[in-house]
């Protein structure tokens, strides 16, 4: 077989040599580039081996009540497995609106204001997509919760990472959050209480954020995913400073306080526009959050605060003893505030994080995760679970004692 080039000159298509096929060249240059989650990097090792305790996991360790699990079985038994609006039940959508009125003196409109995701990550991800233009900057403070930077590169954004500070109580001080604004900055992420530190930031803390936001006209992508796990006070939200709650977009869900990570029901509140346009996105990728999951969720929100309650009554206890334990094993930690993570400093052992939790997983099979795994200012540090029960913790302690007195610290 002979095809004619453009100089007119036949050439035997049997004497090419076919291209090699590399799939690889048609990865996305922005995914390549992108390094694998540092939690599920080191997880990775914890697979096949035996006796671990894992401190690593950021989900509760209780099962979702029965009485949530009996709704959704009952959906099911009722034949109620098709689609819903892509906005979600909208039976749902007005508890979430009766439960912003009630507990932060806020107006949503179930009906344009609120959109039911799979999962509070969607509803990260839809946020920066629906807003950003290629180029725009977004301030990050760490340490944070790993997928907000990978977010914003997906969404052709730019990642400012802005460090906060053990001797700051981990929160964004105004004067490091002025120093990132630039011509390009278009949005803020705030993540209290946070993953992984557990620190919290008051009224007043915010409101001197507020100030800047204002100034600089940004927009505020606040997760409040463990809003209900907040021991020292009542957690306050971004969006309920003046002026703050159509420049916010309101994220949360039922993962974390209602014990259902495995049920994907996370939700955005927000001005329409915004919200309108994740919808668009969500319509594309989602279409919409699982219909007995959502029912589910109307029933946990409708009668499941006591078991909420009592959750956060066992994490406050596991939180003042693993604390405690930590502190005497000469582990300096800082107070948490609000989710179910410890932070403690590893600095005095000579280790990086990453040698540091490798190790202690290798010689006395107690898991955690590096504390860079959330930003360079996470370094010097481990990210440990109290979502475990009170045996584990002090048995993990008893290991953590072991390993420390092997390496001499």
């Known amino acids: 077989m002979t095809r004619t080039d453009k100089g007119g000159k036949n050439k035997n298509l049997a004497m090419e ?57 009952y959906s099911l038994e009722c034949g109620h497995t098709s689609y819903t609006s892509n906005k979600g039940l909208i039976e749902l959508r007005e508890i979430l609106a009766e439960s912003a009125k009630e507990e932060l003196e806020l107006d949503y409109d179930p009906e344009e204001e609120i959109l039911i995701t799979t999962g509070v990550s969607e ?3 839809l946020a920066f997509r629906a807003t950003l233009n290629p180029g725009d900057e977004v301030i990050v403070p760490q340490p944070c919760y790993v997928a907000y930077v990978p977010d ?23 004067e490091d959050f ?43 992508i606040s997760d409040e995913v463990y809003d209900k796990l907040t021991y020292d006070g009542k957690h306050a939200s971004f969006a309920q400073l003046e002026g703050m709650r159509d420049r916010t977009v309101l994220l949360n869900g039922l993962s974390k306080s209602c014990a259902m990570t495995g049920w994907r029901i996370g939700y955005a509140l927000g001005d329409s526009a915004i ?49 405690s334990e930590l502190e005497r094993l000469g582990l300096p930690c800082f107070e948490p505030k609000g989710a179910f993570y410890a932070f403690p400093s590893i600095e005095g052992t000579g280790l990086t994080s990453e040698e540091f939790a490798e ?42 004692e072991r390993f420390l007195a092997d390496l001499g610290a």
């Open 17 to 73: 040599k076919p291209a090699v096929w590399s799939p690889e060249n048609h990865l996305s240059t922005t995914v390549k580039e992108m390094p694998p989650s540092g939690i599920r990097k080191f997880f990775d090792i914890v697979v096949g081996m035996e006796d671990v305790i894992s401190l690593g996991v950021g989900e509760p360790d209780f099962p979702t009540p029965w009485h949530i699990r009996e709704a959704c079985i």
């Open 123 to 125: 509803a990260v991800d």
């Open 152 to 174: 914003v590169l997906l969404a052709g954004g730019v990642p400012k990472p802005v460090a906060t500070r053990l001797s700051e109580e981990f929160k964004l001080r105004p």
């Open 178 to 220: 002025r120093d990132a604004i630039g011509e390009r900055t278009k949005a803020l992420v705030l993540s209290y209480p946070n993953n992984p530190t557990g620190a919290i930031m008051t009224r007043e803390d915010l409101e001197e954020i507020a100030d800047l936001v204002v100034e600089n006209d940004l927009l505020v």
């Open 275 to 323: 919200i309108g346009a994740m919808t668009k996105v969500h319509q594309y990728t989602m279409l919409c959050a699982p219909t007995m999951a959502q029912v589910a969720a109307v029933e946990a929100l409708r009668r499941g605060e006591s078991e909420v309650k009592a959750m956060k009554r066992e994490y406050d206890r596991r939180r003042r003893l693993f604390v």
């Open 359 to 400: 190790e202690l997983l290798k010689e006395q099979r107690v898991a955690a995760v590096p504390g860079n795994a959330f930003g360079e200012s996470g370094e010097g540090f481990l990210r440990c679970s109290y979502a475990t029960s009170r045996e584990e913790i002090l048995e993990a302690v008893d290991r953590i």
